[in-house]
């Protein structure tokens, strides 16, 4: 599968960005999804993921009660709702597929994920 993120950009401190990631081919229903994001210097932090049906989401404490996960599998494609957003969330974020069994805690591994998209800048100014 081929990922495609797109939706980030510059945005000040407490404002809102809605991010995607477009997946290829027929089976996007079969894997788990995760974002993931890497700020200069920093090693990639996970941020959420979401069960291939959207039944279960697990979210890093960090992000909770500010970002939603959600996706639609008729369009192949997952979304990051990120509100109240701030200056150390500025990173790359990167979408990730993972055909993986298991659900869990698991899912905050990179390891876990085979399938990466380019990744897209989300810039918080403070």
């Known amino acids: 599968v081929q990922l495609q993120a797109c939706g980030g950009g510059l945005v000040q401190t407490g404002g809102s960005l809605r991010l995607s990631c477009a997946a290829s081919g027929r089976t996007f229903g079969s894997y788990d999804m995760g974002w993931f994001r890497q700020a200069p210097g920093k090693e990639r932090e996970f941020v959420v993921a979401?069960?291939?049906?959207?039944?279960?989401?697990y979210y890093a404490d960090s992000v909770k009660g500010r970002f939603t996960i959600s996706r639609d599998n008729a369009k192949n494609t997952v979304y990051l709702q990120m509100n109240s957003l701030k200056p150390e969330e500025t990173a790359v974020y990167y979408c990730?597929?993972?055909?993986?069994?298991?659900?869990?805690?698991?899912?905050?591994?990179?390891?876990?994920?085979?399938?990466w998209g380019q990744g897209t800048l989300v810039t918080v100014s403070s």
């Open positions: 990730a597929a993972s055909r993986r069994m298991g659900w869990g805690p698991m899912k905050r591994s990179p390891d876990e994920y085979e399938y």
């Open positions: 979401i069960s291939r049906s959207g039944g279960s989401t």
